[in-house]
């Protein structure tokens, strides 16, 4: 359920940006998801498959790249990714702060059939 | 022949929700209305929160949107103690969207300044990844629920900007914590103000009310 609604967005875009290029179909669509985005790549592939019936995009490939998220330890100027239950710097031990690295939700590119 | 091409996009998907949200707290500003985002389990003491908070304004207006998969008990409850509500059923949908809260922002009579409240589903998961309208956002998590929450529904804290930990009173009965629970938020927010509260005795709402007069 949760994921219908964005991949109805996703479906939107992506043929609004094929329309704007005179394309007659989308072959492929690179979407770039964070760990903590909420949205699971296989669930949003499932859904993909059946609002893009009889669309421009039916048929495209989703590929999804995943990013892993990361905090940001102030002191050290480093990022690094948080182990279980700690959200401290492997550097200096202190509470680092979250990042928006790990909560990206969009389309990064797609390919198109143009005649 | 037909061509392959590659078109680079970069468009957040979130777009067209965050600019519904956007409009609809704008069109509430202007009327004076401040708009606060109630986040948290099911049974965690939203409601509960909510009609402390409100009891404690007086020379306040309130406005609720209720927002459940199914009922509309919440809005009775309100409604009886004359709160002006209107509940929002998703009928399975797991978060309120932009959309939605539009929608239903729209059939609440705002005709005095004041604050608007929308409950959001009990899910301490995808509510706080779709901005709904809010000025802020309150999260509302309770004792009985373990204070390992910060940790494992990370999003959540990291978002809000003012905390309730509630059910106070259980903390013996059900081993909470304390240090843990902070532990876990200030790794994730280090602006949020935690508050204990009791809603069943009103405790500790004369603090949240404060901050809320203070902030919006």
């Known amino acids: 359920m949760h994921e219908y609604p964005v991949t109805e967005q996703i479906i939107k875009i992506a043929s609004e940006k094929a329309k704007e290029n005179n394309a007659i179909k989308v072959c492929h669509i690179a979407l770039v998801v964070g760990e903590h985005s909420g949205f699971i790549g296989e669930s949003i592939q499932m859904y993909f498959d059946i609002i893009s019936r009889g669309t421009i995009c039916e048929g495209a490939i989703l590929e999804i790249e995943n990013i892993k998220a990361k905090w940001k330890c102030p002191l050290c100027d480093i990022t690094y990714m948080r182990q279980p239950y700690s959200f401290a710097c492997p550097k200096c031990g202190q509470d680092g702060l979250p990042t928006n690295i790990g909560k990206e939700f969009y389309i990064k590119s797609i390919e198109v059939e143009v005649p | ?216």
């Not at chain 2, 009985?144 to 013996?172: H, M, Q, R, V, W």
Request: with cysteine; aromatic share 8%.
């Open chain 2, 1 to 216: 022949m037909t061509n392959i091409e590659k078109i680079d996009v970069v468009q957040d998907i979130y777009e067209e929700n965050d600019r519904i949200a956007l409009e609809t707290k704008e069109s509430l500003e202007k009327v004076g209305v401040f708009v606060i985002n109630v986040m948290g389990s099911p049974g965690a003491g939203k409601t509960s929160s909510i009609i402390n908070i409100i009891r404690s304004m007086p020379e306040e207006s309130f406005y609720v949107i209720e927002g459940d998969i199914e009922s509309d008990i919440d809005t009775i409850k309100l409604k009886e103690l004359g709160i002006n509500a209107v509940q929002i059923n998703t009928n399975g949908a797991c978060h309120l969207d932009a959309p939605i809260v539009q929608k239903y922002a729209k059939k609440i009579d705002m005709d005095k300044p004041g604050i608007l409240f929308i409950e959001n589903i009990g899910n301490l998961v995808c509510p706080a990844e779709f901005r709904i309208g809010e000025h802020i956002k309150m999260l509302i998590c309770s004792t009985a629920e373990g204070s390992d929450k910060p940790y494992k529904y990370p999003l959540a804290f990291e978002k809000a900007n003012i905390i309730l930990l509630t059910k106070c009173d259980l903390k013996e009965f059900v081993d909470f914590d304390d240090d843990f629970f902070r532990k876990g938020i200030k790794g994730l927010n280090k602006t949020a103000p935690i508050f204990e509260v009791n809603a069943k005795t009103g405790e500790g709402f004369k603090e949240v009310v404060e901050w809320i007069r203070k902030n919006r």
